[in-house]
Protein backbone atom coordinates (compact mmCIF):
# COMPACT_ATOMS: atom_id res chain seq x y z
CA UNK A 1 0.00 0.00 0.00
CA UNK A 2 1.48 3.32 -0.86
CA UNK A 3 1.90 5.64 1.81
CA UNK A 4 2.83 9.83 2.08
CA UNK A 5 4.64 10.76 5.27
CA UNK A 6 4.27 13.95 6.73
CA UNK A 7 6.79 17.01 5.90
CA UNK A 8 7.58 16.73 9.62
CA UNK A 9 9.10 13.45 8.91
CA UNK A 10 11.56 15.05 6.06
CA UNK A 11 12.05 18.28 5.47
CA UNK A 12 11.95 20.00 1.77
CA UNK A 13 12.52 23.94 1.58
CA UNK A 14 10.42 26.05 -1.16
CA UNK A 15 14.00 26.34 -2.85
CA UNK A 16 14.25 22.42 -2.96
CA UNK A 17 10.91 22.34 -4.16
CA UNK A 18 10.94 24.59 -6.86
CA UNK A 19 14.18 23.06 -8.42
CA UNK A 20 13.23 19.09 -8.26
CA UNK A 21 10.06 20.93 -10.08
CA UNK A 22 11.94 22.80 -12.38
CA UNK A 23 14.13 19.56 -13.29
CA UNK A 24 10.92 17.18 -13.57
CA UNK A 25 9.27 19.94 -16.22
CA UNK A 26 12.59 19.85 -18.17
CA UNK A 27 12.92 16.07 -18.12
CA UNK A 28 8.70 15.98 -18.79
CA UNK A 29 8.50 13.09 -15.55
CA UNK A 30 5.70 13.28 -12.85
CA UNK A 31 8.06 11.88 -10.09
CA UNK A 32 11.65 12.32 -8.79
CA UNK A 33 12.67 9.33 -6.95
CA UNK A 34 15.32 10.13 -4.14
CA UNK A 35 17.16 6.07 -2.96
CA UNK A 36 19.94 5.46 -0.50
CA UNK A 37 22.04 2.87 -2.19
CA UNK A 38 25.24 1.04 -1.32
CA UNK A 39 27.74 2.45 -2.29
CA UNK A 40 30.05 5.73 -2.65
CA UNK A 41 33.40 6.35 0.25
CA UNK A 42 30.93 6.11 3.02
CA UNK A 43 29.52 2.87 2.41
CA UNK A 44 25.40 4.61 1.15
CA UNK A 45 24.99 7.19 -1.94
CA UNK A 46 22.59 9.26 -2.39
CA UNK A 47 20.46 8.27 -5.76
CA UNK A 48 18.20 11.14 -7.90
CA UNK A 49 16.66 9.24 -10.39
CA UNK A 50 13.04 9.07 -12.24
CA UNK A 51 11.20 5.96 -11.77
CA UNK A 52 10.12 4.32 -14.91
CA UNK A 53 6.61 5.02 -15.98
CA UNK A 54 6.30 7.69 -13.17
CA UNK A 55 5.09 4.68 -11.29
CA UNK A 56 4.66 5.03 -7.18
CA UNK A 57 5.25 1.30 -5.59
CA UNK A 58 4.02 -0.71 -3.65
CA UNK A 59 5.24 0.28 0.07
CA UNK A 60 6.76 3.74 -1.73
CA UNK A 61 6.47 6.69 0.34
CA UNK A 62 5.86 9.94 -1.63
CA UNK A 63 6.05 13.77 -0.47
CA UNK A 64 3.37 15.97 -2.72
CA UNK A 65 5.66 18.31 -4.45
CA UNK A 66 2.76 20.58 -5.81
CA UNK A 67 -0.50 18.12 -5.75
CA UNK A 68 0.01 16.35 -8.98
CA UNK A 69 3.97 15.61 -8.69
CA UNK A 70 5.84 13.92 -5.71
CA UNK A 71 9.38 12.75 -4.43
CA UNK A 72 9.51 9.16 -3.74
CA UNK A 73 11.21 7.25 -1.66
CA UNK A 74 11.83 3.32 -1.71
CA UNK A 75 10.34 0.96 1.34
CA UNK A 76 14.69 -0.10 1.56
CA UNK A 77 15.95 3.82 1.69
CA UNK A 78 13.00 5.06 4.04
CA UNK A 79 15.04 4.56 7.24
CA UNK A 80 17.86 5.99 6.50
CA UNK A 81 16.51 8.81 4.99
CA UNK A 82 13.64 9.16 7.83
CA UNK A 83 13.53 12.66 9.19
CA UNK A 84 16.26 14.32 6.69
CA UNK A 85 15.97 17.50 5.29
CA UNK A 86 16.65 18.70 2.08
CA UNK A 87 17.67 22.27 0.69
CA UNK A 88 18.72 23.81 -2.58
CA UNK A 89 21.44 26.06 -2.02
CA UNK A 90 23.76 28.16 -4.51
CA UNK A 91 27.63 28.62 -3.92
CA UNK A 92 29.96 30.84 -5.91
CA UNK A 93 31.28 27.14 -6.89
CA UNK A 94 27.95 25.65 -8.12
CA UNK A 95 24.47 24.75 -7.02
CA UNK A 96 23.15 22.06 -5.80
CA UNK A 97 20.71 19.55 -3.41
CA UNK A 98 22.00 19.51 0.02
CA UNK A 99 20.55 16.61 2.12
CA UNK A 100 20.72 17.16 5.70
CA UNK A 101 20.48 13.53 7.11
CA UNK A 102 20.11 13.07 10.95
CA UNK A 103 20.29 8.96 10.37
CA UNK A 104 24.19 9.78 9.02
CA UNK A 105 26.64 8.60 11.46
CA UNK A 106 28.81 9.86 9.09
CA UNK A 107 29.18 11.60 5.83
CA UNK A 108 31.71 11.96 3.27
CA UNK A 109 33.97 15.03 2.51
CA UNK A 110 32.02 15.73 -0.68
CA UNK A 111 28.20 14.80 1.15
CA UNK A 112 27.26 12.66 -1.70
CA UNK A 113 27.61 9.55 0.79
CA UNK A 114 27.20 8.56 4.07
CA UNK A 115 27.48 5.54 6.75
CA UNK A 116 23.95 4.76 8.69
Not at 2 to 29: C, E, G, P, V
Not at 53 to 66: A, C, G, K, V, W
Not at 111 to 116: I, L, T, V, Y
Request: charged share 20%.
Amino acid sequence: MNHQINDSNITITDRARDYLLSQMNKSNKMNVLLQAKGGGCAGFKYDWSYPENNEISDNDTYISLDGNRYLIIDSFSAFKLFGMSIDYVEKLSGSSLELINPNAKSICGCGESFSA
